[in-house]
């Protein structure tokens, strides 16, 4: 029986991290858009959507979904190559349809196989994007996006060189501010006296004291004051028909068109390994370690984007960024999301002339201290003590994030994870020991209790070092599958090698279905000794190690008594 939520329960520390996250929302949905060559509006939808419907049927509690930076190459193609946003619009529909199928397909049950390196390492890796990309901001050079993830940019600098470049354009009065922000920040969880106003959030005071700063020095005539090109820019209708002229509705007969399937599916499949690995990521940041069903994650974001298109928004995932925003500004529930999406909708229809106030600086000091919590060195040393297991996927992915992209980073890391169980497997196929008596040395291979296929080149390169006139042992006691390629190997070697080079063969513990009971030879070569056989021994030789247990017992009493 699914245990019944209520929303309410946490409605203090909700309210606060939903206003966070809709500070650190509003910029990312606007650039978002303007990045995809949408309309801005639509990146605002595809949020408020995230926030409220999607927040709504999710059973996470901590992810927040909107528009995705990772989904902006795939639609500003797709809108130049089918000529239109609202038949591009109508690829969502399809997408969200897809995603709704592949909930009821149970598709998300993948989510499970991602290593809890990779996701650590990709979490990190967007901790360290998220710092490069804000440090132009904060110092008031915006010629980026905001939300842009991508090492190389759309102008043709890399991160590098665009904070190399941003040095040149260093605005004092966006330095102040950011500077102050990120005090008022660090100081909020720091003082004491201040967490009396935990029901207020750092970012906000930040935010305030960002737009009062910088009012105060435009009123001063000051050369300190940060420009219109430098603050949020949100449309702003003056009517309602302004309004309505603003949302774009998806145009059906895209329905027709095979190129608007083909980007449909793979907006789908995108959208939902991004999806999943935000999920993932998440109830790996919850303090009280729930875990979400990620099959109505996939039903929830199918949902979202069918809307999403209905009213003109861009395709959205679960987003890392905010949803780590929403972590560390002390979510309790899935309502600190449903509340973001709200005041997304509100700031739109009532007071965007004063959220257009807000200096990108203040929201760079933000996101600056939630990807410095996503990358802390100590997360990174925490993995490199873990072992060389551990820490070579981790520190992959991280670098194959920040240079690459979050898919391709999260794919190398599972193929270096995959490669390394390979080779663990290989190493625990079988026992090798030798043992010496006084007629001879034995060499012993015990193999594992599962010896597939993966393990014939192990141990073929094991027999073939075995020199002449050895005597081996090959104990098949504990193993409960043994694929034919192996038993083919062993085969040859007991009946061919062992005959010509003067090894003899013990086979011992190998079930009767292995049909090797009949390559015992005249010459003593091979032994064999069947599963059954060698069971029956073996609790013989316990029987009997019992029964002078019993006699040493008996003796020391005896002797006691004496």
Same mark, same amino acid.
């Given at each position: 029986?699914?245990?019944?939520?209520?929303?309410?329960?946490?409605?203090?520390?909700?309210?606060?991290?939903?206003?966070?996250?809709?500070?650190?929302?509003?910029?990312?949905?606007?650039?978002?858009?303007?990045?995809?060559?949408?309309?801005?509006?639509?990146?605002?939808?595809?949020?408020?959507?995230?926030?409220?419907?999607?927040?709504?049927?999710?059973?996470?509690?901590?992810?927040?979904?909107?528009?995705?930076?990772?989904?902006?190459?795939?639609?500003?193609?797709?809108?130049?190559?089918?000529?239109?946003?609202?038949?591009?619009?109508?690829?969502?529909?399809?997408?969200?349809?897809?995603?709704?199928?592949?909930?009821?397909?149970?598709?998300?049950?993948?989510?499970?196989?991602?290593?809890?390196?990779?996701?650590?390492?990709?979490?990190?890796?967007?901790?360290?994007?998220?710092?490069?990309?804000?440090?132009?901001?904060?110092?008031?050079?915006?010629?980026?996006?905001?939300?842009?993830?991508?090492?190389?940019?759309?102008?043709?600098?890399?991160?590098?060189?665009?904070?190399?470049?941003?040095?040149?354009?260093?605005?004092?009065?966006?330095?102040?501010?950011?500077?102050?922000?990120?005090?008022?920040?660090?100081?909020?969880?720091?003082?004491?006296?201040?967490?009396?106003?935990?029901?207020?959030?750092?970012?906000?005071?930040?935010?305030?004291?960002?737009?009062?700063?910088?009012?105060?020095?435009?009123?001063?005539?000051?050369?300190?004051?940060?420009?219109?090109?430098?603050?949020?820019?949100?449309?702003?209708?003056?009517?309602?028909?302004?309004?309505?002229?603003?949302?774009?509705?998806?145009?059906?007969?895209?329905?027709?068109?095979?190129?608007?399937?083909?980007?449909?599916?793979?907006?789908?499949?995108?959208?939902?390994?991004?999806?999943?690995?935000?999920?993932?990521?998440?109830?790996?940041?919850?303090?009280?370690?729930?875990?979400?069903?990620?099959?109505?994650?996939?039903?929830?974001?199918?949902?979202?984007?069918?809307?999403?298109?209905?009213?003109?928004?861009?395709?959205?995932?679960?987003?890392?960024?905010?949803?780590?925003?929403?972590?560390?500004?002390?979510?309790?529930?899935?309502?600190?999301?449903?509340?973001?999406?709200?005041?997304?909708?509100?700031? @739109?229809?009532? *007071?965007?002339? #004063? +959220?257009?106030?807000?200096? $990108?600086?203040? =929201?760079?000091? /933000?996101? %600056?201290?939630?990807?410095?919590?996503?990358?802390?060195?100590?997360?990174?040393?925490?993995?490199?003590?873990?072992?060389?297991?551990?820490? @070579?996927?981790? *520190?992959?992915? #991280? +670098?194959?994030?920040?240079? $690459?992209?979050? =898919?391709?980073? /999260?794919? %190398?890391?599972?193929?270096?994870?995959?490669?390394?169980?390979?080779?663990?497997?290989?190493?625990?196929?079988?026992?090798?020991?030798?043992?010496?008596?006084?007629?001879?040395?034995?060499?012993?291979?015990?193999?594992?209790?599962?010896?597939?296929?993966?393990?014939?080149?192990?141990?073929?390169?094991?027999?073939?070092?075995?020199?002449?006139?050895?005597?081996?042992?090959?104990?098949?006691?504990?193993?409960?599958?043994?694929?034919?390629?192996?038993?083919?190997?062993?085969?040859?070697?007991?009946?061919?090698?062992?005959?010509?080079?003067?090894?003899?063969?013990?086979?011992?513990?190998?079930?009767?279905?292995?049909?090797?009971?009949?390559?015992?030879?005249?010459?003593?070569?091979?032994?064999?000794?069947?599963?059954?056989?060698?069971?029956?021994?073996?609790?013989?030789?316990?029987?009997?190690?019992?029964?002078?247990?019993?006699?040493?017992?008996?003796?020391?009493?005896?002797?006691?008594?004496?």
């Amino acid at each position: 029986m699914t245990k019944k939520i209520n929303l309410f329960a946490n409605l203090k520390s909700d309210f606060a991290s939903g206003l966070v996250v809709f500070l650190v929302a509003l910029p990312l949905c606007l650039g978002i858009a303007l990045a995809s060559g949408a309309p801005p509006l639509s990146g605002i939808i595809a949020g408020i959507i995230g926030g409220v419907v999607v927040g709504f049927l999710s059973k996470s509690h901590l992810s927040v979904s909107g528009p995705a930076a990772g989904l902006t190459a795939i639609v500003l193609t797709a809108i130049t190559d089918l000529g239109a946003f609202n038949i591009f619009l109508t690829a969502v529909l399809i997408a969200g349809i897809l995603q709704l199928i592949l909930g009821f397909i149970k598709a998300g049950s993948i989510s499970n196989y991602f290593p809890t390196n990779v996701i650590e390492g990709m979490l990190a890796g967007i901790g360290i994007i998220i710092i490069l990309k804000q440090i132009p901001h904060a110092i008031g050079y915006d010629a980026d996006f905001e939300g842009d993830q991508s090492f190389v940019q759309a102008d043709g600098n890399n991160t590098f060189s665009a904070i190399v470049g941003a040095l040149d354009y260093i605005q004092i009065g966006s330095v102040i501010i950011t500077l102050i922000s990120l005090a008022i920040l660090i100081s909020w969880d720091k003082l004491s006296f201040l967490k009396r106003l935990k029901l207020v959030p750092g970012a906000l005071v930040a935010v305030i004291v960002g737009i009062l700063l910088n009012e105060f020095f435009i009123a001063s005539g000051s050369s300190l004051a940060i420009s219109k090109e430098h603050l949020v820019s949100l449309p702003v209708p003056s009517s309602l028909e302004d309004f309505k002229n603003i949302i774009v509705l998806p145009d059906f007969t895209g329905f027709a068109n095979t190129k608007v399937w083909i980007v449909g599916a793979t907006i789908a499949i995108v959208a939902s390994i991004e999806t999943l690995l935000c999920i993932e990521a998440a109830d790996r940041m919850d303090a009280q370690k729930r875990y979400t069903d990620t099959n109505v994650e996939l039903k929830a974001q199918g949902v979202g984007n069918m809307l999403s298109a209905l009213l003109g928004g861009l395709p959205m995932t679960s987003v890392v960024v905010r949803t780590s925003a929403n972590n560390n500004a002390g979510a309790k529930s899935k309502m600190s999301a449903i509340i973001h999406g709200i005041l997304l909708l509100i700031s @739109v229809l009532s *007071i965007p002339f #004063l +959220l257009n106030k807000i200096p $990108l600086a203040t =929201l760079a000091a /933000v996101l %600056l201290m939630v990807g410095y919590k996503l990358a802390k060195p100590s997360i990174i040393m925490h993995f490199w003590h873990k072992g060389k297991y551990q820490f @070579v996927p981790f *520190i992959a992915t #991280l +670098l194959a994030v920040v240079f $690459l992209d979050l =898919l391709k980073g /999260v794919a %190398l890391g599972i193929i270096i994870s995959i490669v390394f169980i390979l080779r663990g497997n290989l190493k625990r196929a079988y026992r090798f020991r030798k043992e010496k008596f006084e007629d001879g040395d034995v060499i012993r291979i015990d193999l594992a209790q599962e010896v597939s296929f993966l393990n014939k080149a192990a141990i073929k390169t094991t027999l073939a070092e075995i020199p002449e006139n050895s005597k081996v042992v090959i104990n098949a006691s504990d193993t409960v599958y043994i694929a034919h390629d192996v038993l083919d190997l062993i085969q040859e070697f007991a009946t061919i090698r062992a005959t010509e080079e003067n090894i003899k063969v013990k086979l011992k513990g190998f079930k009767k279905a292995y049909e090797l009971d009949d390559i015992n030879d005249e010459n003593n070569h091979v032994f064999f000794e069947t599963f059954e056989e060698a069971q029956i021994r073996k609790q013989a030789k316990q029987d009997y190690n019992a029964c002078i247990a019993i006699l040493e017992e008996k003796r020391n009493t005896d002797n006691k008594e004496q």
